[in-house]
């Protein structure tokens, strides 16, 4: 879709058809909705060609038909419609900016996150220049997004502040700066979009401010970043429009800051509260726990485990072993949550909250539960050092497998920090691997 061909293609102004088919040529640079669409209709086209295609040939032509078909479907519709699309709602922001400029504000104030996640602000852009080049000051865009932006920096800031995650904290902190500065991705994207409860009060503090900016038919006099640096360019011909916006502001600031705080009564539990664990009718209070090694080995960073679902800690913290024998143990006082019915994976909890997922070797499950042997069953009390699987490394290894084994903490959440063992090394099972800190 970002081909230089086809750009060059719809700069000429000249028709395009592919198979006698019209193609509707757009720039796609700054769309998200296309794409979006693209990848819908490719998750059911890839999957039809890995079916009827046979498996010696998959390499080559189900991603050769998939981007034929799709990138076709993609040129002649979907594309076109989401540009269709864009286009439409730029039309419609243009209407309501000739017959209620208030309400054009509104929306922009209040809606502003929801446009640029689906990069359909891009549409509104040409008319706010188009104002402000005629006209000499705009309104289309400048006091919506500028108000929607301090809200989702004041919801940030306030997670921040209220958060006992240590990683949260310090990624609220950061990005909330830079979203009262004017560029809310960080804000956006790593807190109040994940959290869901922040970009809820941003957005109805914005559009508390927004509706009050619309009324008063604030202003901006030039063009610039829509954060607190932009309040100068609302001075000029009527001094009023700077007076408003920082009325405007501040409302948005006092009921963003006032209904995040709120919600974080009961979305942020205290520390007392978040370090619980609660199963079946039981309530475990963490604590600062040292966990032991269930297998014998050398120890491998969980960054370098060749398969991302680990490496990339998507699962949790942890460390992964390269096994030097075939049998995983208890690494504490608890009982088996969860035996894979393959026998290749075991989830354990520890009488003092600790959730562990010990996963022997990389894609084992195709196994199915050849050369494993489990001598616990789902449920089951366990001590230290109790024997859990026993398996056959070197079949394993012959087979092809890889036998990285990571031990991941699925619960990391609740810690403060997951820290690793620094040694190479596990020649015991009683080696310390993991340390959680509350």
Do not use: C
Request: aromatic share 10%.
């Amino acid at each position: 879709m970002l081909h230089p061909n086809l750009d060059l293609l719809r700069t000429a102004g000249n028709d395009v058809s592919v198979f006698n088919v019209p193609l509707t040529l757009v720039a796609y640079s700054s769309s998200v909705v296309p794409i979006l669409l693209t990848v819908w209709a490719q998750s059911y086209i890839e999957p039809f060609f890995k079916r009827v295609i046979p498996n010696a040939v998959k390499i080559i032509f189900v991603p050769m038909f998939t981007i034929l078909v799709v990138g076709f479907i993609s040129l002649t519709a979907l594309g076109p419609l989401g540009s269709f699309f864009g286009t439409y709602l730029a039309m419609g922001f243009n209407f309501l900016g000739s017959h209620g400029a208030w309400v054009v504000i509104f929306i922009i104030a209040t809606f502003w996150p929801i446009l640029v996640m689906f990069g359909l602000h891009h549409s509104i852009v040409p008319l706010s220049l188009a104002q402000i080049t005629t006209l000499g000051y705009e309104n289309i865009i400048g006091p919506g997004a500028m108000i929607s932006n301090i809200s989702q920096g004041v919801a940030a800031l306030i997670v921040s502040w209220r958060t006992k995650d240590t990683v949260s904290k310090q990624i609220s902190t950061t990005s909330g700066i830079t979203g009262l500065m004017g560029i809310t991705e960080a804000a956006l994207y790593g807190v109040n979009l994940p959290k869901k409860y922040p970009l809820v009060a941003a957005m109805i503090g914005s559009a508390a401010g927004g509706l009050y900016a619309g009324v008063m038919e604030v202003s901006r006099y030039a063009t610039g970043s829509s954060g607190l640096p932009a309040i100068p360019l609302y001075i000029g011909e009527n001094i009023w429009n700077f007076y408003n916006i920082l009325i405007a502001l501040l409302i948005t600031t006092v009921i963003t800051a006032v209904l995040t705080y709120l919600l974080t009564l009961k979305y942020e539990k205290e520390t007392s509260e978040q370090n619980k664990v609660t199963t079946n009718d039981e309530i475990i209070t963490l604590k600062n726990t040292v966990i032991t090694s269930p297998i014998k080995g050398e120890m491998i960073p969980l960054k370098d485990v060749q398969d991302a679902a680990f490496s990339s800690e998507a699962m949790g913290k942890g460390i992964a072993i390269e096994p030097s024998e075939g049998k995983v143990v208890a690494p504490f006082n608890g009982k088996i949550v969860s035996l894979f019915p393959k026998k290749h994976a075991i989830g354990l909890l520890s009488d003092d909250g600790v959730e562990i997922l010990i996963h022997i070797g990389l894609n084992t499950v195709k196994l199915n539960g050849k050369y494993f042997e489990a001598h616990v069953e789902e449920g089951q009390r366990i001590t230290k050092g109790q024997t859990l699987i026993t398996f056959d490394l070197e079949k394993i290894r012959e087979e092809g497998y890889v036998t990285q084994t990571p031990v991941i903490v699925t619960n990391t959440y609740s810690y403060a920090d997951v820290l690793t063992n620094n040694s190479s090394t596990v020649t015991d099972f009683n080696n310390e691997l993991l340390v959680l800190i509350v």
